[in-house]
């Protein structure tokens, strides 16, 4: 498993959720994490999902 890193923000910038996710690669980290962030019911906030070094995986603004 890899660490990964999610974050959601409100339009004003504050953070709305920030929390470590872990999946097997970054190909499940980005179908999976568009997942967890519908069940999460945060699809139209802003947010980012980054792996450990850094490379954006998902992202909405």
């Given amino acids: ?3 990964y890193r999610f ?3 409100k339009p004003t910038g ?7 996710w872990n999946f097997e690669n970054d190909t499940d980290a980005k179908s999976e994490g568009k997942n967890k962030v519908e069940e999460l019911e ?5 947010h980012r999902l ?3 070094q850094g490379k954006l995986i998902l ?3």
């Avoid at 945060?42 to 802003?46: G, K, R, S």
């Fill in 1 to 3: 498993m890899a660490l």
């Fill in 7 to 9: 974050t959601a923000f």
């Fill in 14 to 20: 504050e953070v709305i959720k920030d929390e470590d």
């Fill in 42 to 46: 945060l699809e139209e906030a802003t």
């Fill in 50 to 52: 980054v792996n450990a």
């Fill in 59 to 61: 992202f909405h603004s």
